[in-house]
């Protein structure tokens, strides 16, 4: 049975968020907008398998006598943009790419196009095909409104040659309590190695997402089933402090602005033992156009405390907006982009650990993939299959989600309370202060819910 209660939509306090966010700058790349009917304008978050879609994309381009036009952002600056834009129906994006935070939301606000149609018009595109976690966690009462790109949980890598000349041995399910000793023998000031790295950077889907998987198996939560705060609550106060003295103690140099990306690149570079992050990190590691550790590295499941599993769910998915004029158009590229045959275009040109992970089960039957992935393929199937609310964490809430809370209000929340914890990692504040702003946060948030109950 779900431990979510459920929150009713609120698309009036969503619409209040997104006016909000307007008034946050960052779009570049894109040039003028508009153009003829042959041209679509696509905004996606700038990360390494992104970036090899615009690589590849000229062969669209030709096949389909279509121009694309990008729009690449950082993850926050494209969140707040694409939110904006998609939200008051601007028709400046053709597709966009959100993930299974926002599509639900937003398919329940009227915001995006119903896949549906498109999905049953083309059998052969196989979306059935996609892992059913994912597929479900980007449908709205039985429709999918965004398809995969990628999907993931989060597990550790850690170096196996470090670990065997500290005479360590890994646990395939370790706890936080070990992941910590190990840090605290590997952390190596002189060799410049970091025992772990772990994200620090503000951000709702930055810092937060590794630490809401700390709060969750430490028995924490955001709100309780009545929309009380509880972050100032013993269990969310010992995740807090663990996962700020962990990080103080044996962390990156520079934690509190460090993300997904600069952990990346500290890890691959030899400056980190361990990194706990997205299942999508591995065709990082094991990338040896730029990773100075391939084959060195092992990969188990999440860090748990006091419950089975400890990761999370999460997928960057390709959507329309309800505003395009040219969805026939868009669906082309978006199902060329999703599609099987995508997939080995991207192994075949730039190897087989570059390939989206985590979407297409049929992805996991390919034997040049399973060669390639064969530290980390099982390892990341597993966490997908253990991400749910019923093994990950420890008391029913009212929202879904699991590094995440499902809720328009979380990407203010949530970006708010990440930089009390990004100042403490940073030593500007303690814990227990940080703690006490952010309950002001989530207690105005759990006030407005507990009034429309």
Same mark, same amino acid.
């Given at each position: 049975?779900?431990?979510?209660?459920?929150?009713?939509r609120?698309?009036?306090?969503?619409?209040?968020?997104?006016?909000?966010?307007l008034?946050?700058?960052?779009?570049?790349?894109?040039?003028?907008?508009?153009?003829?009917?042959?041209?679509?304008?696509?905004?996606?978050?700038?990360?390494?398998q992104?970036?090899?879609?615009?690589a590849?994309?000229?062969?669209?381009?030709?096949?389909?006598?279509?121009?694309?036009?990008?729009?690449?952002?950082?993850?926050?600056?494209?969140?707040?943009?694409?939110? &904006?834009?998609?939200?008051?129906?601007?028709? *400046?994006?053709? +597709?966009? @790419?959100?993930? =299974?935070?926002?599509?639900? $939301?937003? #398919?329940?606000?009227?915001?995006?196009?119903?896949?549906?149609?498109?999905?049953?018009?083309?059998?052969?595109?196989?979306?059935?095909?996609?892992?059913?976690?994912?597929r479900?966690?980007?449908?709205?009462?039985?429709s999918?409104?965004?398809?995969?790109?990628?999907?993931?949980?989060?597990?550790? &890598?850690?170096?196996?040659?470090?670990?065997? *000349?500290?005479? +360590?041995? @890994?646990?395939? =399910?370790?706890?936080?309590? $070990?992941? #910590?000793?190990?840090a605290?023998?590997?952390?190596?000031?002189?060799?410049?190695v970091?025992?772990?790295?772990?994200?620090?950077?503000?951000?709702?889907?930055?810092?937060?997402?590794?630490?809401?998987?700390?709060?969750n198996?430490?028995?924490?939560?955001?709100?309780d089933?009545?929309?009380?705060?509880?972050?100032?609550?013993?269990?969310?106060?010992?995740?807090?402090?663990?996962?700020?003295?962990?990080?103080?103690?044996?962390?990156?140099?520079?934690a509190?602005?460090a993300?997904?990306?600069?952990?990346?690149?500290?890890?691959t570079?030899?400056?980190?033992?361990?990194?706990?992050?997205?299942t999508?990190?591995?065709?990082?590691?094991?990338?040896?156009?730029?990773?100075?550790?391939?084959?060195?590295?092992?990969?188990?499941?999440?860090?748990v405390?006091?419950?089975?599993?400890?990761?999370?769910?999460?997928?960057?998915?390709?959507?329309?907006?309800?505003?395009?004029?040219?969805?026939?158009?868009?669906?082309?590229?978006?199902?060329?982009?999703?599609?099987?045959?995508?997939?080995r275009?991207?192994?075949?040109?730039?190897?087989?650990?570059?390939?989206?992970?985590?979407?297409?089960?049929?992805?996991?039957?390919?034997?040049?993939?399973r060669?390639?992935?064969?530290?980390?393929?099982?390892?990341?199937?597993?966490?997908?299959r253990?991400?749910?609310?019923?093994?990950?964490?420890?008391?029913?809430?009212?929202?879904?989600?699991?590094?995440?809370?499902?809720?328009?209000?979380?990407?203010?929340?949530?970006?708010?309370?990440s930089r009390?914890?990004?100042?403490?990692?940073?030593?500007?504040?303690?814990?227990?202060?940080?703690?006490?702003?952010?309950?002001?946060?989530?207690?105005?948030?759990?006030?407005?819910?507990?009034?429309?109950?």
């Open positions: 049975m779900s431990r979510v209660t459920g929150p009713r609120r698309p009036f306090s969503a619409l209040l968020l997104v006016l909000a966010l008034g946050v700058s960052g779009c570049a790349g894109a040039g003028a907008l508009g153009g003829d009917g042959r041209t679509l304008t696509v905004a996606i978050v700038a990360n390494p992104m970036n090899d879609a615009i590849l994309s000229d062969r669209f381009e030709r096949a389909h006598d279509v121009r694309l036009r990008f729009v690449s952002l950082p993850e926050n600056q494209a969140r707040a943009k694409i939110t &904006a834009s998609t939200a008051t129906g601007g028709g *400046e994006f053709d +597709l966009v @790419m959100i993930s =299974n935070y926002e599509t639900p $939301q937003w #398919a329940a606000n009227g915001w995006l196009r119903d896949l549906g149609p498109y999905l049953d018009a083309h059998p052969d595109y196989d979306h059935g095909d996609f892992i059913p976690s994912i479900e966690s980007l449908s709205y009462e039985g999918m409104y965004a398809v995969p790109f990628y999907g993931e949980s989060s597990f550790v &890598a850690y170096r196996k040659d470090l670990f065997a *000349e500290a005479g +360590l041995t @890994m646990p395939d =399910n370790p706890t936080w309590s $070990q992941i #910590a000793r190990f605290a023998v590997l952390d190596d000031e002189e060799a410049g970091a025992g772990i790295c772990l994200r620090g950077k503000p951000g709702w889907g930055e810092s937060l997402a590794p630490f809401n998987t700390v709060v198996t430490f028995g924490g939560r955001w709100f089933e009545n929309w009380r705060a509880r972050l100032t609550s013993p269990e969310f106060r010992a995740a807090a402090g663990f996962y700020v003295g962990l990080l103080r103690e044996h962390g990156e140099v520079g509190a602005s993300g997904f990306s600069e952990c990346g690149t500290r890890y570079q030899g400056q980190a033992a361990m990194w706990y992050d997205a999508v990190m591995a065709g990082v590691n094991e990338d040896p156009s730029s990773s100075t550790v391939v084959g060195k590295s092992g990969y188990v499941a999440a860090p405390r006091n419950t089975p599993a400890g990761g999370w769910l999460y997928t960057w998915a390709l959507a329309m907006p309800a505003g395009t004029e040219k969805p026939d158009l868009a669906w082309e590229f978006l199902s060329w982009m999703t599609d099987k045959d995508y997939v275009l991207v192994g075949e040109t730039f190897g087989w650990n570059r390939v989206p992970p985590g979407c297409r089960r049929s992805t996991y039957e390919i034997p040049e993939y060669e390639a992935a064969r530290a980390y393929a099982e390892p990341t199937l597993a966490g997908i253990n991400a749910n609310q019923e093994r990950t964490m420890t008391k029913p809430v009212p929202y879904p989600g699991i590094q995440f809370l499902g809720i328009p209000e979380f990407q203010d929340l949530g970006t708010r309370v009390q914890l990004s100042a403490a990692i940073a030593g500007r504040i303690t814990v227990d202060e940080a703690l006490r702003r952010s309950q002001q946060y989530a207690e105005d948030v759990g006030a407005a819910y507990r009034e429309t109950r």
